[in-house]
């Protein structure tokens, strides 16, 4: 069942297309016509809209630009409907409007479900929705990564399982060394970084600060440098309070309060506002007489020892050489104390780490060498079915001769993992590189299928291998360009054959000039010219009925009145529909 159909293309101003529209089965479509009518326009046409490199020489002389629009009819929920909602496309009903825009200056422009779009988008689209194959355009399996990726899809379960198992190691491998490499690559900076922190801690454990400790040294440094001067204010503050002893005749605040409250003490029950301020007067008397034996104390304790003076100054000095550099105070330098030790427990586990991470990649890497064998082993059993049956197609295209093998190898790397004995280069899909070789007939040896075929062989390996693998990796639309090259008879009837086979799972479409395989063709297309040389509207017309014989005809033997052309032709229907 085809899930994207490929319904219309409108073309404008293309080559020798001025304006056209090319209406497509969604089973088998054959495009026929005259040698230089236009046919190929078709191929450049959807390569332009699948993203393909723009060249302003296609368009039309004398217009401005040239524009093909196409309409992809896709079920909601495939990747490529989700990619396009996810860039703004909008659906029509149940379908994808893509346009492409080429100027004769060359700017080029693509439009997506109403919106503009990168071209890279439409490629993107491309992969999921059209498989082109063209003589000078081998798509898809040329590519040595899509050649893996076309035999591990073929083989199904039996690679997939492993592959997922391989994946998942991988993954975590890589993790694993990427880790390991960033601590060994920066072991010289952290090993400088402990070195630095150690001898930072070593320095504040000798000197062995306490919190607030600088604050306290501060404060009794300014004591003891003012010591003299302190101790004669203290006293001269005490006399002034408490009297000269040595001086009977002195006046002190002390006995000068106790007269005033001896003064009003006589009168005070006379009037209780002058009671209360008796009251008072004693209270500052008793004041008087706790600061005086305060200051008289402090006088006393007063220590102007010059030797404790130094060694405040000492202790200061070698707490001063810690906050210039650690912190702003000795709270500070602590607290970096503090987070030091943390950082330098992490960077001394450094080797322990390393020798885990090590054990773990070691562990890992032997893990992803049994899985990547076990993957070599699944595909080598997949790529002999897989040659085999594309072998057996290519016997009836025209190729009774031609072996088709593939070439599973990996690379000697002393970086990668070990597999059957020798160390080779792996990646996420495994140590394998699987490449496609041909042998187009005895006695040639199997070349890469890109070198060891020409045009027209390359075109029948790729409908052979499109064939095999159709009902494992289904592409929605397939566009054959020249798959008939250098082929008649009997194998140009086997290709018609086996094109309406691939079309009973996806839709073909197939630009060729054998009558015997547009005779298998659900819908065929001819594209003719107009007197003055172009291609309009009306010049691509869909066949029936007597204009398809009478192409038919045309296609056989140059002449549409032929009676046994035309014989032939109807014949030529006739075992097409029998075969269907």
């Known amino acids: 069942m085809v899930c994207s159909v490929l319904e219309e293309m409108r073309i404008r101003s293309l080559g020798v297309i001025d304006d056209a529209v090319v209406e497509l089965s969604p089973g088998f479509t054959a495009v026929t016509g005259e040698t230089g009518a236009g046919k190929t326009m078709v191929v450049t046409s959807l390569g332009l809209l699948l993203g393909g490199r723009a060249d302003p020489a296609l368009v039309r002389i004398g217009a401005g630009k040239a524009v093909v629009e196409g309409r992809i009819a896709v079920p909601a929920g495939a990747a490529a409907v989700v990619r396009a909602e996810e860039a703004g496309a909008e659906l029509d009903d149940g379908a994808l409007l893509i346009s492409r825009t080429v100027s004769a200056e060359g700017r080029s422009r693509a439009h997506l479900g109403g919106r503009s779009v990168p071209v890279g988008l439409l490629a993107e689209l491309a992969d999921d929705l059209v498989a082109v194959h063209g003589q000078t355009d081998q798509q898809g399996l040329l590519k040595l990564s899509r050649q893996r990726g076309a035999l591990d899809r073929y083989a199904g379960d039996a690679v997939a399982v492993p592959l997922a198992k391989y994946g998942e190691a991988y993954r975590r491998l890589r993790a694993v060394a990427t880790e390991l490499d960033e601590i060994t690559t920066r072991a010289r900076e952290r090993a ?26 501060a404060e009794e440094a300014e004591r003891l440098g003012h010591a003299e001067a302190l101790s004669s204010a203290a006293t001269a503050a ?61 006088a006393d304790d007063l220590d102007a020892d010059p030797l404790r003076l ?6 200061r000095a070698a707490l001063n050489a810690l906050t ?28 322990e780490r390393i020798a885990e991470l090590t054990a773990e990649r070691d562990a890992l890497s032997t893990e992803l060498g049994a899985l990547a064998q076990a993957l070599t082993d699944a595909r080598a059993e997949a790529a002999e079915r897989f040659a085999a049956a594309v072998t057996a ?28 004995g020798r160390t080779v280069a792996y990646g996420p899909s495994g140590v394998d590189e699987v490449e496609l070789l041909l042998a187009p007939h005895p ?18 390996v790729m409908l052979a291998v499109e ?27 086997e290709i018609g054959r086996r094109l309406a086979k691939l079309a009973k799972s996806a839709q073909v479409v197939v630009v060729t000039h054998l009558p015997q395989v547009a005779a298998f063709a659900d819908r065929q297309l001819l594209v003719e010219k107009t007197n003055d040389g172009s291609v309009t509207r009306s010049g691509v017309k869909v066949l029936e009925g007597e204009d398809r014989i009478r192409e038919l005809s045309r296609m056989l033997a140059g002449q549409e009145d032929s009676e046994t052309a035309r014989a032939h032709a109807e014949e030529l229907l006739a075992t097409a529909r029998a075969d269907q």
Do not use: C
């Open 192 to 217: 400088q970084e402990a070195d630095m922190l150690r001898y930072g801690l070593d320095e504040i454990a000798a000197v062995e600060p306490r919190a607030g400790e600088d604050v306290e040294l």
């Open 238 to 298: 005490h006399a002034a309070l408490a009297g000269n002893p040595e001086d009977p005749e002195s006046i002190d605040a002390q006995a000068l309060v106790a007269g005033a409250h001896r003064a009003l003490e006589t009168v005070r029950s006379h009037d209780p506002a002058l009671a209360a301020l008796a009251e008072r007067i004693g209270e500052v008397g008793i004041l008087l007489g706790d600061v005086a034996g305060e200051l008289a104390g402090y």
């Open 310 to 315: 130094a060694a405040v100054e000492e202790r």
């Open 324 to 351: 210039r550099k650690y912190g702003e105070d000795v709270n500070a330098v602590l607290a970096w104390a503090e987070q030091s030790a943390a950082r330098l427990t992490e960077l001394d586990g450094d080797d």
């Open 393 to 420: 197609e290519l016997a009836s295209l025209a190729m009774p001769h031609a072996r088709v093998s593939f070439d599973i190898r990996q690379t000697e790397d002393p970086e990668g993992v070990e597999v059957g």
């Open 443 to 460: 006695g040639a040896p199997p070349r890469p299928i890109a070198k060891g075929a020409s045009g027209g062989e390359l075109s029948r």
């Open 467 to 493: 064939v095999v693998f159709a009902g494992t990796d289904p592409v929605p639309t397939y566009l054959f360009d020249e798959v008939d090259a250098g082929v008649g008879g009997k194998a140009a009837v």
